[in-house]
């Protein structure tokens, strides 16, 4: 995330939190939920780490998509559930590794 901004935004209300995504990534409502039940729906249950996982996977769309020269966060149809699973397969497997170099 930008400068990790405030680590307070991960604690702020649900719709500032949306706003924040709607302003910074242009996500609307629905692909919010999504990623937001998605998240929690597979091994995400804290609220905190969850919006930290959001931030991230968002970010990482950002720069994957302008690579392909997309000015727009945009993700077709049954693609958002794709990339979440994708991220958070790649996520998983580097926290393990880090967790094995201790």
């Given amino acids: 995330m930008k400068n990790d901004l405030n680590s307070d935004l991960y604690e ?3 719709l500032a939190f949306h706003h924040y995504c ?3 990534y242009r996500l609307n409502r629905g692909t919010y939920n999504t990623i937001d039940q998605w998240l929690f729906d597979n091994g995400y249950p804290e609220i905190k780490r969850r ?3 959001i931030i991230l996977f968002l970010e990482r769309m950002v720069k994957m998509q302008a690579e392909e020269g997309r000015k727009f966060l ?3 149809k049954g693609n958002l559930i794709v990339e979440l699973s994708r991220f958070a397969a790649e996520h ?3 926290a393990r590794s880090v967790l094995a170099a201790y």
């Fill in 51 to 53: 919006r930290k996982m």
């Fill in 92 to 94: 998983h497997r580097h």
């Fill in 74 to 76: 945009s993700f077709g």
């Fill in 12 to 14: 702020w209300p649900d």
């Fill in 22 to 24: 709607l302003q910074m």
